[in-house]
């Protein structure tokens, strides 16, 4: 409990009030922590406030926020842990109070040409980790007491629940950013084919591991990816990214789709230990007449061609990536009559709570029409009910032209 016998009741009150102010919370985190050490400053009567954060792969403390040494975080100051005063306090994970500043128990020299006499410092920490450290300072001589090292841990609790928030906003856009590159918002313009493509995220960060992709291959041959990635968020979508440019590689190594599958269930076994990932992959031939096939553990493709009914694409399904199961990897060759249509998709746009998988596929493959793929891609989307998905939805639609 912090000491209200110092400073009385309603004086701590007042206090601890104004660094919890629920109105703090409306705030982005920049501002948030601008006026949180405006606060601290106020409350504490010191001259200087400053936060640094954590660079866990450096193991440096970054200057982040700044009242009265604003030119720290200008110049992006960085101590590592254990040296100086705010890596002792990180080393230590204990508050730190420094009476006299000198030159020995600094290395900041923006402290010393500002002319900070004393410093209180302490931990920001999350769930038992750290996350940075905070300090004030004074001009002139100070002997900082138990209720100021009281309150300024409060405060950096703040500061822990800011910087969290920050860190989530930061993965969560560097996610989206890493997704939108690697699932193409245009597909290539190519001779006697059509493309359409949707991707609709089935989690609150808007990131997942599904992805599709389309590439042209030196022979001619198109290669055509629908991918998923277990799991959500920045891991998947960097994993994902990783086996999206392996598989383009080792397309450039072998015409077969089998064999690529096989070198990439080696690559995700080795380096990707964890992550189980389905995949399909078709090569269509330069004069769209014939469909290669080989398919990961991922659901078959539905073909539509004009004069029959749609139909699951009659694929061998062969194991996962990554489970492990060394089998030999098959390829199937199938038909691609002119104006047929080809759609891939990842499970989440089928797979229902209480519902076989197999209804779910039943009424894709009805929904599919003999139209363009934008036509199609709408279609489908509709009659399966995308817009309240609990997975991760791709879906990539391929029409061969009449000529």
Known sequence: MVRADVLGDEQWLRRIEAVTDA???????????????????????????????????????????????????????????????AGQVALTRQPVIIQTVTSDNVVNPVLIQTGVRSLLG?????????????????????????DDVRLLELVADRVSLASSARA???????????????????????????????????????????????????????GVVVGDVSG??????????????????????????AEVLTLLDRKVVHF????????????????RETLRVSVAGHPRPV???????????DAYIDPPLGAGRSRERRTTTAHFPPGSILVAYTDGLVERRGELFDAGVARLTAAVPLAP???????????????????????????????
């Open 303 to 313: 073909l539509a061609a004009p004069g029959r009914r749609n139909t699951v694409l």
């Open 168 to 222: 989530n906003t930061l993965d969560q856009t560097a996610a989206l950013a890493l997704q939108r590159s690697l699932i193409p918002a245009e597909l290539p313009c190519l001779p006697d084919l059509e493309l359409a493509g949707r991707y609709v995220p089935g989690h609150a960060s808007g990131v997942g591991g599904d992805w599709y992709d389309v590439f042209t291959l030196p022979s001619g041959w198109l």
């Open 23 to 85: 109105t703090l919370s409306r705030l982005d985190v920049a501002d948030l922590f601008d006026e949180l050490l405006d606060r601290v400053r106020d409350l504490l009567r010191v001259d200087t406030a400053a936060i640094l954060l954590l660079d866990v792969r450096a193991q440096q403390l970054v200057a982040t926020a700044a009242r009265g040494l604003e030119e720290e975080v200008r110049q992006g100051f960085r101590v590592s842990v254990g040296r100086g005063f």
């Open 373 to 403: 793929v934008d036509t199609v891609a709408a279609t489908v989307m509709a009659a399966l009910d995308t817009e309240h998905p609990t997975d991760d939805i791709a879906l990539l639609a391929v029409r061969r032209l009449l000529r």
């Open 272 to 287: 990707e230990a964890g992550s189980l990932t389905t995949a399909l992959y078709v090569m269509i031939s330069p004069d």
């Open 122 to 146: 302490v931990p920001i920490m999350a769930r038992g980790e750290l996350v940075g450290v905070l300090h004030v300072g004074t001009l002139s001589p100070r002997q900082f007491t138990l």
């Open 232 to 257: 959500h968020g920045l891991q998947s979508a960097v994993v994902m990214g990783r086996v999206r440019s392996a598989l383009r590689a080792y397309s450039l190594v072998s015409d077969d789709p």
